[in-house]
């Protein structure tokens, strides 16, 4: 039986691919709200669906629909900035509708355990979406740590570096308090993936946090991992830069590459399929990954001692 979707941020970057998952999946959008209007985007995917520019008249037309025309509404899909997913995620919950909200699932730790007791008092479940968990080379390389010895520790490093224009810095992306800075709002699906497949963290340390660049060490149960995320273009491969590409992504494994440039197309409908199995991913998944970036954003920066990432000296 179809779904009935609404979706919160419709004019965002991200929402095309929700919109996709919703229409892939054979499922209907009733109501979508943005407040900017640049939304042609639906014509591709929902053309009928009611669209809205004020939370107020979105949330009226959702009751509405619910009292006068017996239309339920089972899952809203979040694509808003990072600091409204809270607030977005408790509208879904109270209107008995499922969650499916981007990461970061909210900014700092205390909103996921706030989350999972309003949840535990509801009937419906939030979702998030953590797609480099159904990457088939991440799903390889977990199943690879999962059954090899048990007490190897294994070196990792990961360098992300996705260039912004100046737009970044002016936009909510740029602003701490809501997009929680680079590394929850580029680096998030990386440390849940780290914290997927190595286990528990133990160790976080902090080298090097600005506005456009962050870099660290973390150890895991079963990884030692030195990263570098940065948004500067400066610091894109000289290599890189003569292809005509603006991003460079790259996880190695005890110096071998893991290779995942591609196959991110479908990961979003994936996603999906696995939520209305029931088998997504919660907020108790996503728990780690949340304290990770919050210490990072709260650390005390650690002196160049033993293990950095070598992006740092050349930089330096």
């Known amino acids: 039986m179809n779904k009935n979707f609404a979706i919160i941020g419709v004019g965002g970057y991200i929402a095309p691919r929700h919109l996709k998952a919703i229409k892939d999946t054979d499922n209907n959008l009733i109501a979508a709200l943005d407040k900017f209007d640049s939304v042609g985007i639906m014509d591709s995917y929902f053309p009928d669906a009611d669209f809205f520019v004020e939370f107020e008249r979105f949330d009226r037309h959702i009751e509405k629909l619910k009292r006068k025309r017996n239309i339920s509404l089972d899952y809203v899909s979040i694509c808003t900035p990072n600091y ?9 919950l109270r209107n008995g509708a499922h969650a499916i909200c981007e990461k970061p699932i909210v900014i700092n730790p205390w909103n996921v355990d706030q989350l999972i007791e ?34 190897k520790i294994y070196n990792v490093d990961l360098t992300y570096l996705t260039s912004r224009g100046n737009w970044y810095h002016t936009s909510w992306k740029g602003d701490v308090a809501k997009s ?45 991992v030195r990263w570098f995320l940065s948004i500067d273009y400066n610091n894109i491969p000289e290599k890189v830069k003569l292809e005509g590409k603006r991003t460079y992504r790259s996880i190695t494994v005890d110096g071998e590459e893991i290779e995942f440039s591609g196959g991110f197309t479908e990961l979003h409908t994936r996603s999906y399929e696995t939520i209305l199995k029931g088998e997504g991913y919660g907020l108790k998944d996503s728990r780690q990954s949340i304290q990770i970036v919050h210490d990072i954003r709260n650390a005390v920066t650690s002196p160049l001692l033993n293990d950095y990432h070598p992006l740092l000296t050349k930089k330096l």
């Open 180 to 224: 929680g800075g680079i590394a929850t709002n580029i680096g998030v699906h990386f440390y849940d993936m780290l914290s997927w497949v190595f286990g528990a963290i133990t160790t976080n340390k902090v080298h090097k946090l600005t506005n456009d660049t962050g870099s660290g060490y973390l150890e895991f149960e079963k990884a030692r």
């Open 118 to 151: 309003i949840e535990k008092e509801s009937n419906s479940r939030v979702n998030t979406i953590l797609q480099l968990r159904l990457h088939e080379s991440i799903i390889a390389l977990k199943k690879r740590v999962d059954e090899g010895p048990q007490d």
């Open 84 to 92: 409204l997913h809270d607030s977005h995620i408790r509208m879904a």
